[in-house]
T-cell receptor, first 114, second 113 residues
Framework: AAGVIQSPRHLIKEKRETATLKCYPI?????VYWYQQGPGQDPQFLIS???????DKGSIPDRFSAQQFSDYHSELNMSSLELGDSALYFC?????????????FGDGTRLSIL | AQSVTQLDSHVSVSEGTPVLLRCNYS??????LFWYVQHPNKGLQLLLK??????LVKGINGFEAEFKKSETSFHLTKPSAHMSDAAEYFC???????????FGTGTRLKVLA
């Protein structure tokens, strides 16, 4: 079965650079979530989209922005990168909003800031 | 506010012995609870979910969990550990209204030969 696809898998940037992470949800899934997982930490919610509209916002820095496109894929744009942004970034998708709809996760993008 | 607490950061078991990973939740509403497993450098894989149906939930790879409202617990068990079960396990609650996930701090399961 098709899963959530994230690209790139690994990304190395320097401080103050920008980065764009992409997420392709499972076909027919209309909801996308972004999470950030620091080293040895649990994932923290950043932002979510339902039917191309932002549905919730968590601990996402102002330097980051995201959107969901007409084909339901999503991009997380990160600017003025800092050392502390080094983390594993996960995207998850689900079919609709609802507590009984499990989120399916991609393998993540590992972002390293030098 | 909803939250989950994983009571053990590390659990070690011998291969073939039972596994118990403990999770307590805090919620004013009937929660949606999940267990996910994360192998090194991999994404999170759904093991099982509780969404107010049967209180004993069976998942993949022989795992199951029991929702106990009186104890506000959702412990994960497996009768017999396998070497491939070694991973990080997260207990998760889906926040009512927003449906974003709130993760526990994780339990690292080590399986000894």
């Amino acid at each position: 079965a098709a899963g959530v696809i994230q690209s790139p898998r690994h990304l190395i940037k320097e401080k103050r650079e920008t980065a764009t992470l992409k997420c392709y949800p499972i076909p027919r899934h209309d909801t996308v979530y972004w999470y950030q997982q620091g080293p040895g930490q649990d994932p923290q919610f950043l932002i979510s989209f339902y039917e191309k509209m932002q549905s919730d916002k968590g601990s996402i820095p102002d330097r980051f922005s995201a959107q969901q496109f007409s084909d339901y894929h999503s991009e997380l744009n990160m600017s003025s990168l800092e050392l502390g942004d080094s983390a594993l970034y996960f995207c998850a998708s689900s079919l609709g909003l609802g507590g009984n709809q499990p989120q399916h996760f991609g393998d993540g993008t590992r972002l390293s800031i030098l | 506010a909803q939250s989950v607490t994983q009571l053990d950061s590390h659990v070690s078991v011998s291969e073939g012995t039972p596994v118990l990973l403990r999770c307590n939740y805090s919620s004013s509403y009937s929660p949606s609870l999940f267990w996910y497993v994360q192998h090194p450098n991999k994404g999170l894989q759904l093991l099982l979910k509780y969404t107010s149906a049967a209180t004993l939930v069976k998942g993949i790879n022989g795992f199951e969990a029991e929702f106990k409202k009186s104890e506000t617990s959702f412990h994960l068990t497996k009768p017999s550990a396998h070497m491939s079960d070694a991973a990080e396990y997260f207990c998760v609650v889906s926040e009512s209204g927003t449906y974003k996930y709130i993760f526990g701090t994780g339990t690292r399961l080590k399986v000894l030969a």
